[in-house]
């Protein structure tokens, strides 16, 4: 475990020296949580939430007289990465409960250095740490909209291949998948806004304000993506059944056209004595030319009339 005390140079501090008086911040693995938890007046039951990573992204923020306490999922590159934080007056503490690439670490202690002197102030600090959380993620959707805007090239000029509908489903997914990542982190500073338990500075919640309004500009760009996917899948489909009718058509036009030799082979098939043709020694050859100049006369007028 790991405590540092902010200011014009970082400190590191054992634990009995954390004090309200300063801003400290503290990193550690939720099995060493378990030792200090106590010291620290964390209650039980947080403790127990910490041992594990929680499957959904919607999840409690507990307020408590004197802290408040979230779990957090976050989505780091290919990683899915868990977290608890602890928020006390002037004392943010981070539960590292799945950090595989050590993204959650390095990004906290990045958030710890940005402030320093005057401008160091706890909420500052606080929305540091979350910005972290985001870092990156507008290039991440713009890349996502250009390629939704590639598929939707490839369906107007018509080359979308057979994996076109799961290839739409993955961007779905991760899409749904950002957008409960931005509605946690925004149920998070909304709570945080609130400041049931004064362990902020009222004149300095317009700094988490300001941070609720970047967050949600994201949500709504990747609800807006999310749309955009949903029209590009009912233009796939109506493609689709274009091409369906387009072959249907086809199938139509040839039917149609051979369906007249059909009646000639039946009629010829009905092997009645007094049929002329039958001992005329050109029948044979006058069937073959009838049979050809119906094909030719009907495939002549279905192109005057334009069935293909």
């Known amino acids: 475990m790991t405590f540092y005390r902010l200011g014009g140079q970082m400190k590191k501090i054992g634990i009995d020296?954390?004090?309200?008086?300063?801003?400290?911040a503290g990193y550690m693995t939720s099995a060493e949580l378990t030792?200090?938890?106590?010291?620290?007046?964390?209650?039980?039951?947080?403790?127990?939430?910490?041992?594990?990573?929680?499957?959904?992204?919607?999840?409690?923020?507990?307020?408590?007289?004197?802290?408040?306490?979230?779990e957090l999922r976050?989505?780091?590159?290919?990683?899915?990465?868990?977290?608890?934080?602890y928020l006390k007056k002037n004392f943010i503490l981070v539960i590292d409960i799945t950090d595989k690439d050590s993204s959650t670490k390095n990004g906290f202690l990045s958030a710890t250095k940005r402030f320093t002197g005057e401008k160091l102030k706890f909420e500052k600090t606080i929305c540091s740490f979350i910005e972290t959380l985001i870092a990156g993620d507008n290039k991440t959707i713009e890349k996502m909209r250009n390629e939704i805007v590639g598929m939707e090239e490839d369906v107007v000029k018509g080359s979308a291949d057979d994996d076109f509908n799961i290839e739409l489903l993955e961007q779905k997914k991760k899409l749904l998948k950002m957008?409960?990542?931005?509605?946690q982190i925004i149920d998070v500073i909304e709570t945080l806004e609130e400041n049931e338990n004064d362990i902020f500075e009222e004149d300095n919640i317009i700094y988490?304000?300001?941070?609720?309004?970047?967050?949600?500009?994201?949500?709504?760009?990747?609800d807006s993506l999310g749309n955009y996917v949903d029209h590009l899948q009912d233009a796939y489909s109506s493609f689709l059944d274009m091409k369906l009718n387009h072959t249907m058509k086809i199938f139509t036009v040839i039917t149609t056209i051979f369906f007249p030799l059909t009646i000639?082979?039946?009629?010829?098939?009905?092997?009645?004595?007094?049929?002329?043709?039958?001992?005329?020694?050109?029948?044979?050859?006058y069937v073959i030319i009838l049979s050809a100049v119906v094909?030719?006369?009907?495939?002549?007028?279905?192109?005057?009339?334009?069935?293909?």
Not at 17 to 24: K, L
Not at 179 to 183: A, L, T, W
Not at 208 to 222: A, H
């Open 264 to 285: 000639i082979v039946g009629w010829y098939g009905m092997n009645f004595q007094n049929m002329p043709e039958f001992a005329w020694k050109y029948g044979y050859l």
């Open 74 to 85: 976050i989505i780091s590159g290919n990683n899915d990465d868990s977290m608890a934080v």
């Open 295 to 308: 094909v030719a006369a009907l495939t002549i007028f279905g192109k005057k009339r334009k069935w293909f």
């Open 17 to 24: 020296e954390i004090s309200e008086e300063f801003i400290t």
């Open 179 to 183: 957008h409960n990542y931005y509605e």
């Open 208 to 222: 988490i304000s300001n941070l609720s309004n970047k967050v949600t500009r994201l949500k709504d760009d990747v």
């Open 35 to 70: 030792s200090v938890y106590e010291l620290l007046g964390f209650d039980s039951e947080t403790v127990d939430a910490c041992k594990q990573k929680n499957p959904l992204f919607r999840t409690d923020v507990e307020v408590h007289d004197k802290y408040t306490f979230t």
